[in-house]
């Protein structure tokens, strides 16, 4: 059961991969480049492209990972323990967070704030948004599942740091 492959989610996972390519291709054309100085000339379509891709993509790479997620828990009775939970998690998308962020906040000094550092900067903002999802999760499921409250009042406490 743990190396189950949905097939289906897979396809999904690489459509959903290559239209955010796309999406970052097709920018070149759009208004926000020129508004940074550079860019090929506009075409509509491609902004209208563009404008679609941007409103799927990221947002079905959520809903796989809800749906995982989900399944992962209801079905096949993972991530009961909150500890293994976090760390889990920390190690999938903080270390890379961390690993590539701090490399794009010391490349591009000035460019953002700690604040935006914190909150998930550039490209890498979907870790820190994924990772924020899955503890709010675990604090909901605390809830309908009814167990140890120190956990989630530590919880509670690392988001407000973590965001604010």
Not at 12 to 23: G, T
Request: net charge positive; glycine share 4%.
């Amino acid at each position: 059961m743990n190396n189950e492959r949905f097939l289906g989610l897979s396809v999904l996972r690489i459509i959903a991969m290559f239209m955010v390519v796309l999406f970052h291709c097709l920018c070149y054309y759009t208004p926000i480049f020129f508004f940074f100085g550079f860019g090929a000339p506009q075409k509509q379509i491609y902004y209208d492209i563009a404008q679609f891709l941007d409103s799927v993509d990221m947002h079905i790479f959520v809903f796989i990972s809800a749906f995982l997620y989900s399944y992962f828990l209801l079905r096949c009775g993972k991530y009961r323990n909150k500890i293994s939970f976090i760390k889990s998690k920390s190690q999938r998308l903080l270390v890379p967070y961390l690993t590539f962020g701090i490399a794009v906040y010391i490349l591009e000094p000035g460019r953002y704030s700690w604040k935006a550092f914190i909150a998930g900067i550039s490209h890498l903002w979907f870790l820190m948004m994924l990772f924020g999802c899955f503890i709010v999760m675990l604090l909901i499921n605390h809830y309908l599942m009814k167990t140890n409250k120190l956990i989630d009042i530590l919880l509670v406490i690392s988001l407000y740091l973590l965001y604010y």
